[in-house]
Nanobody, 128 residues
């Protein structure tokens, strides 16, 4: 079972930047596909970005494409989310997650519903 701890959230003005971190333990980090999700107040949790096991492939929601960058450091068992040009609608709790799929599953075939093992989340608030 993998344990996830997010950090790096905070209050920022629109147009600003934040970098989120997610430290993982309990499994071989380089063998797991990682993702970031977010949940705005009163809304369902939604997918934001995902990264393949080696870090060579990424996938983004249209709402964050071009502004957010997901990356990982397998030596540090950590995945990051660099968020630039933040907007008030980016406000929410950000969670990292693990794809619960077999090792042979191709990254591009992973469905958003296959992610889980949520951390406690980190709050991001963007003021206008």
């Amino acid at each position: 079972q993998v344990q996830l701890v997010e950090s790096g959230g905070g209050l920022v003005q629109a147009g600003g930047s934040l970098r989120l971190s997610c430290a993982a333990s309990g499994r071989t980090f380089s063998s797991i596909v990682m993702a970031w999700f977010r949940q705005a107040p009163g809304k369902e949790r939604e997918f934001a970005a995902a990264i393949s096991r080696g870090g060579s492939s990424t996938n983004y929601a249209d709402s964050v494409k071009g502004r957010f960058t997901i990356s990982r450091d397998n030596a540090k068992n950590t995945v990051y989310l660099q968020m630039n040009s933040l907007k008030p609608e980016d406000t929410g709790v950000y969670y990292c997650a693990v794809a619960h799929v077999p090792l042979w599953t191709v990254f591009s075939n992973i469905n958003e519903r296959e992610y889980g093992s949520w951390g406690q989340g980190t709050q991001v608030t963007v003021s206008s």
